[in-house]
């Protein structure tokens, strides 16, 4: 059973860079078929997809972001992790990371870690 753990700090000041890791359980960042997914959720808003990193470290991001997220992955630790710089209170949301398993079309979730941004 694949499983997702989110970690990180739960308050960051504005302008300070947001910082999440997910680590993963049941399968391994360099398995194929897997691309691992960091999205997030503002009060009152939909669902935000942020990025993407596949098993060679290839990264793809939302335009929205304006070049201020990246996701790097450590395969040792069977890890992967957000950056989220210059944040502002918009910034405050529920992040989840996921994995999406093309053969299936099945998307593993994390259980979401709650990030407000405030000074």
């Known amino acids: 059973q694949v499983q997702l753990q989110e970690s990180g700090p739960g308050l960051v000041k504005p302008s300070q860079t947001l910082s999440l890791t997910c680590t993963v359980s049941g399968t391994t960042l360099s398995t194929n078929y897997y691309y691992w997914i960091w999205i997030r959720q503002s009060p009152g808003k939909e669902l935000e997809w942020m990025g993407v990193?596949?098993?060679?470290?290839?990264?793809r991001y939302n335009t929205s972001l304006k070049g201020r997220a990246s996701i790097s992955s450590d395969t040792s630790k069977n890890q992967f992790t957000l950056h989220l710089t210059s944040t502002t209170p918009e910034d405050s949301a529920v992040y989840y990371c996921?994995?999406?398993?093309?053969?299936?079309?099945?998307?593993?979730w994390g259980q979401g870690t709650l990030v407000t941004v405030s000074s």
């Open positions: 990193i596949d098993k060679s470290g290839n990264t």
């Open positions: 996921a994995t999406h398993y093309t053969p299936r079309d099945y998307v593993y």
